[in-house]
């Protein structure tokens, strides 16, 4: 069973910049497809964003895409989520999420495990 561990949130303001990491253990990381979710306060959980396997492609929501990347280190078992130019409505809880699939980002899979997610405030 994989365990995830999210860490690097925190408060920042507007037009800042936050990187989120998260770490895997229990399977090998590369044979996993990892997604980022939030849920704001009084909202349901969003994608994020996902990126494939091997890393060589990623996945955004629309309002994210330009200002957040996904990156993975499979050396390291740990997926990145690097936020730049950071709004107060990207405000959340994020978590990521791992799925043991080895195709297309863009498919989508139900993810076998979550994290314990960590709280990105961002100030006006």
């Known amino acids: 069973q994989v365990q995830l561990v999210e860490s690097g949130g925190g408060l920042v303001q507007a037009g800042g910049s936050l990187r989120l990491s998260c770490a895997v253990s229990?399977?090998?990381?590369?044979?996993?497809?990892m997604g980022w979710y939030r849920r704001a306060p009084g909202k349901e959980r969003e994608f994020v964003g996902a990126?494939?396997?091997?890393?060589?492609?990623?996945n955004y929501r629309d309002s994210v895409k330009g200002r957040f990347t996904i990156s993975r280190d499979n050396a390291k078992n740990t997926v990145y989520l690097q936020m730049n130019s950071l709004k107060p409505e990207d405000t959340a809880v994020y978590y990521c999420?791992?799925?043991?699939?080895?195709?297309?980002?863009?498919?989508?899979?139900?993810?076998?495990?979550w994290g314990q997610g960590t709280q990105v405030t961002v100030s006006s």
């Open positions: 229990g399977r090998p990381f590369s044979t996993y497809k």
């Open positions: 999420a791992a799925a043991r699939y080895s195709g297309s980002v863009y498919y989508k899979v139900p993810y076998d495990a």
């Open positions: 990126i494939s396997s091997s890393g060589d492609s990623t």
